[in-house]
């Protein structure tokens, strides 16, 4: 009797271990087949010039690459104007929330509409022109590589690089948008802040990586600048001035900044020069360097 009990207790185990892995296949199997949920976020942050609108009509992602390829269309949250310029921590915009299948994302497609603007700090209003000239759309193709995974969450951030994508004519009678846009992971950029002083003597901050350049506002009252979106890497800082101010230029070099953490610089005192008014230019002439702004 003991050896036939231990057969059934045997045999019974047998039955629960083809139970297991049968759910354990199954499972597994309903894991492979859940979708990914993709967010797609449009960051604004500082300009020189008051408001850039650009007329967004239609968001697509291609999947694959060649005759693998397949083109989805995104539902925006809302068609038509969205302004890339506010506050200098910068805001993420919602543009899209669609659930897909596991897949590899080569590209983002934005299709612009022709009614694109510019407010510049007068108030004044100009027209921004694509690099289709008065086309009826515009198509913009974004290099990305991302794998989503079963059932993963995944939100991807747009930057257009305002001071590399606005082109203004010689005698800033017309602008031209040619966008210069990174894309990355939603919370894999790290930021770069820090205080130039005196404050109110310095517009503008530039931080070149590469042939990237990104720029900053100084407060007035504080003299405190923040690049919310600067990607990993080694940064040069130039702290621009007005001539007319009697303060010099000046950079600060070897900045490294890293993913996910906030890389605090220490306080930029600039120092004053001795201004001669007969040989100053106009005070509204600011001229950038030309270092990675195409």
């Known amino acids: 009797m003991r050896r036939k009990n231990s ?43 008051s408001a850039v609108w650009i007329d967004l009509q239609k968001l697509y992602i291609v999947t694959g690459n060649g005759s ?9 949250t809302k068609t038509g104007a969205y302004n890339l310029v506010g506050q200098p921590g910068g805001t993420d915009t919602l543009l899209t929330t669609k659930e897909l299948p596991a897949t590899n ?10 009614d694109n603007k510019i407010v510049l700090k007068d108030g004044s209003m100009q027209p921004l022109v694509l690099p289709g000239g008065n086309a009826q759309e515009t198509v913009l193709d974004l290099k990305v590589n991302l794998l989503l995974s079963p059932g993963g969450q995944y ?83 130039r702290f621009m001035t007005d001539s007319l101010e009697g303060y010099r230029p000046d950079t600060l070099g070897n900045i490294q900044v890293t993913s996910g953490n906030t890389t605090e610089v220490d306080t930029m005192f600039l120092q004053p020069v001795a201004v001669d008014s007969s040989a100053l230019p106009p005070s509204d002439t600011l001229t950038l360097p030309p270092v990675g702004i195409r």
């Open 105 to 114: 994302i080569s590209k983002v497609r934005l299709v612009l509409g022709n």
């Open 7 to 49: 057969r059934l207790v045997t045999a019974a185990a047998g039955v629960m271990m083809v139970c297991t892995l049968f759910f354990t296949a199954c499972e597994r199997a309903s894991n492979n087949t859940q979708p990914s949920r993709l967010s797609i976020y449009l960051t604004d942050g500082a300009s020189r010039y």
């Open 68 to 76: 693998d390829s397949a083109l989805w269309d995104l539902p925006l």
């Open 155 to 237: 939100e991807l951030v747009l930057d257009i690089n305002l001071p590399r994508s606005i082109i203004p004519a010689a005698d800033s009678s017309s602008y031209s948008l040619n966008p210069v846009i990174r894309t990355f992971p939603r919370g894999s950029n790290g930021k770069l802040s820090g205080t130039v002083a005196p404050a109110g003597i310095c517009p503008q901050v530039l931080a070149l990586t590469g042939n990237d350049t990104l720029l900053a506002l100084p407060d007035s009252s504080s003299g405190n600048y923040l690049f919310p979106t600067a990607l990993s890497g080694t940064y040069e800082l």
